[in-house]
């Protein structure tokens, strides 16, 4: 290991470089006016995996962004892991919260990064956290150290649903045969307290559209006779969860999986201060659903949010209209045993059954994916427990993140494989937010730990 160590801390100053240049690269999946730079961008990972030593290094295109993957195979007979992650971006606005440019990333010290942070689109979400494997395998490669066989497998859709993937994976079972999945795109409790997530939440994602008279009106003429879409779609939404925060939707919770008052407590274990959530968030306090902790409604819990809405006037001054619609963009959290679109079609029956006489709604899905928890209890998990326990000197805790990876419960189904959630990020990064930013020590930490990894891995599996 020692040989590894002093290769990673002679590179220092050019892994960084390295994410630097990466992260220039605006590869938002979501906006169809940055095809090219996410297509620049799989090369430049393409180009990173050949240079660190991979074979058969491919862009793959699909009917969207396109798929990375390279390999080293080291031994057929060893042990094949395979690394995924996501090289796509959340779109960077609104412009004007930024510190600094989303895509010129620049390093600033925070409270919780006192050695030093990058900021920028996509630093902690996922790029960062995808160069460090790259830079793990380089330092391995190297060293003539990769102790067992590495597939690479970095897509360009991840934030918008990754659908492409799922056929990718369908087609290319072979090819991406492997024994264990390792994905650093989740986060740890604090610099000082590594944890590893073991579930994540599944997702519903839709919008809805209701409509009312065949054209804006004037609101005084109409105003106290005609149905108005916005504020029908606010009394729907308000009606979609109850004084106690249970969602209403008849059948939401049918399938949620309850768990042992013993399986809550061990979730509870994990520090948290709800002093410090509150202030860091600047609410006076937390609002969830009756009988849960912050911890249980953030992770075992399902949730009903609107992540955006609209409808009317919103330019500058007044006008007095009465819209002809409204609409809103909702998303559903969902836990285990929960299935996307059986969620999907209850909210759809419940919001059209709930739609007064006087609008007419729609409800378009969007992407879904189902929750996954991953299990504490194999070759791998241990590996990956004592990988950060030797960087970090503590043993990780497990926890559940509120987050999705949809992709990780197909690579289940479909690759008959488990996957190791091994994150390095913190939840205050700002990620999908202004200002997002990756901590030096944390993307130093990720390196050093990775090759750990594989060394016990790879010895648990001899
Ligand atoms: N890396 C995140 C998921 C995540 C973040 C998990 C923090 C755990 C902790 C991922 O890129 C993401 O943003 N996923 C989306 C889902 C996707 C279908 C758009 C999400 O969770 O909103
Ligand atoms: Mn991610
Ligand atoms: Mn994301």
């Known amino acids: 290991m020692q040989t590894v160590l002093n290769y990673l801390k002679e590179n220092k100053q050019r892994q960084l470089d390295e994410l630097v240049e990466f992260l220039r690269i605006p590869s938002v999946s979501a906006d169809p006016k940055h095809a090219a730079d996410v297509r620049k961008t799989a090369g430049f990972v393409a180009s990173a995996l050949t240079k660190a030593g991979a074979d058969n290094v491919r862009i793959h295109d699909t009917k969207g962004h396109p798929i990375v993957y390279g390999e080293k195979i080291v031994d057929p007979k060893k042990p094949t892991v395979l690394v995924y992650g996501h090289y796509d971006v959340q779109p960077p606005d609104p412009l004007n919260l930024w510190t600094s440019g989303p895509f010129e990333p620049v390093i600033k010290k925070t409270d919780l990064h006192p050695d030093g942070a990058v900021f920028a689109r996509g630093s902690c979400d996922d790029k960062g956290q995808v160069y460090m494997h790259i830079k793990a395998f380089e330092a391995m490669m190297a060293t003539d150290s990769l102790p067992c066989n590495i597939k690479f497998l970095v897509e360009g859709e991840e934030e918008v649903g990754s659908s492409n993937l799922e056929d990718f994976c369908r087609a290319n079972k072979d090819l991406l ?44 003429v109409y105003g106290g006779a005609v149905g108005n879409p916005v504020n029908i779609l606010c009394e729907m939404i308000a009606s979609l969860k109850d004084k106690k925060g249970k969602i209403t939707i008849p059948g939401f919770y049918d399938d949620v999986v309850r768990l042992k008052p013993a399986e809550r407590k061990d979730l509870n274990k994990a520090p948290f201060k709800i002093k410090e959530y509150t202030k860091d968030l600047g609410i006076k306090e937390t609002r969830g659903e009756d009988g849960f902790t912050v911890i249980e409604q953030t992770s075992i819990r399902p949730t009903l949010d609107v992540n955006g809405i609209w409808g009317g006037y919103i330019g500058e001054g007044a006008k007095t209209v009465l819209p002809s619609k409204a609409s809103a963009k909702i998303s559903m959290r969902l836990v285990p045993n929960q299935q996307s679109d059986k969620i999907t079609k209850l909210f759809t029956k ?3 059954k709930i739609a007064p006489k006087s609008v007419k709604v729609t409800v378009k899905p969007h992407h879904g994916g189902e929750a996954a928890v991953t299990p504490t209890d194999t070759p791998e998990y241990a590996a990956a427990m004592k990988a950060m326990k030797t960087t970090f000197g503590k043993n990780p805790i497990p926890v559940r993140s509120g987050g999705s990876i949809p992709i990780v419960a197909l690579f289940e189904k479909v690759l008959k494989v488990k996957t190791v959630l091994m994150g390095f990020g913190l939840d205050s990064d700002n990620i999908h937010s202004p200002n997002e930013h990756y901590g030096l020590f944390n993307y130093y930490k990720g390196i050093e730990t990775i090759p750990y990894f594989f060394r016990y891995y790879a010895d648990a599996k001899k």
Do not use: M
Request: glycine share 8%.
């Open 177 to 220: 045969a492997c024994s264990v999945i390792l994905i650093s795109d989740t986060s740890i409790i604090a610099n000082n307290c590594p944890s590893l997530t073991v579930g994540l939440r599944g997702l519903s994602y839709l919008e809805v559209e209701v409509v009312g008279p065949n054209r804006d009106l004037h609101s005084g």
């Open 350 to 352: 419940h919001f059209e």
